[in-house]
C-alpha cells in the first residue's frame, strides 16, 4: 500500500494527470490475423472482479500485423490500471468459450502470463503508467 501512495504522490507532483500516455504493446504468439484484438481497461479490482472494464480498445489484427506480430497503441492518462487482451478471432465482440465454460479464443493480462486456471488478482496484471513507461510484450494464451 506504502508503494501504491508513493507512485501517485510522484504522479501528481509530475503533472503527468493532464495529459494521455501511449501505452505502446506487441503480441508475438497470435494464432491468425482473423478478427481483432479487444484490450479491456480496468481501473481497481472491484472493476475487475464485477467484470466491468472502465473502457475498451479494438485493434484491427490484419491492420496492425507484420510478420506475425501485432503491434499497437492507445492512450489512457497516467494511472493504475490493469489490462486485458481478448482475441476475438471471430470478430462478435466477446469471448467465445467451449460448452464447459473454457475459453475458445486466446486472452492475455498486462505484464502476466496465465498458466494455472485460477483468475487473476487485480495487483497480479496492473501496473502504474508514467510518462517512462515501456513497450508491454503481451503473450495469449490458449486452452
Not at 11 to 39: A, K, M, Y
Amino acid at each position: 500500500m506504502r508503494t501504491i501512495l508513493f507512485a501517485l504522490f510522484l504522479l501528481l507532483g509530475n503533472n503527468t494527470f493532464c495529459q494521455d500516455i501511449p501505452i505502446n504493446f506487441e503480441i508475438n504468439n497470435l494464432r491468425n490475423s482473423d478478427g481483432s484484438i479487444i484490450v479491456s481497461v480496468y481501473k481497481d479490482k472491484k472493476s475487475f472482479g464485477e467484470g466491468i472494464p472502465s473502457s475498451h480498445k479494438i485493434i484491427p489484427k490484419k491492420e496492425n500485423m507484420n510478420n506475425g506480430i501485432l503491434k499497437a497503441h492507445f492512450s489512457l492518462p497516467a494511472g493504475i490500471y490493469g489490462l486485458v487482451f481478448t482475441d476475438d478471432e471471430n470478430s462478435d465482440g466477446r469471448m467465445t468459450n467451449r460448452l464447459i465454460g473454457i475459453p475458445k479464443e486466446g486472452f492475455g493480462f498486462s505484464n502476466f502470463y496465465l498458466s494455472g486456471f485460477k483468475k487473476p488478482k487485480f495487483s497480479d496484471f496492473s501496473f502504474i503508467l508514467t510518462e517512462n513507461f515501456e513497450t508491454m510484450q503481451i503473450r495469449l494464451r490458449y486452452m
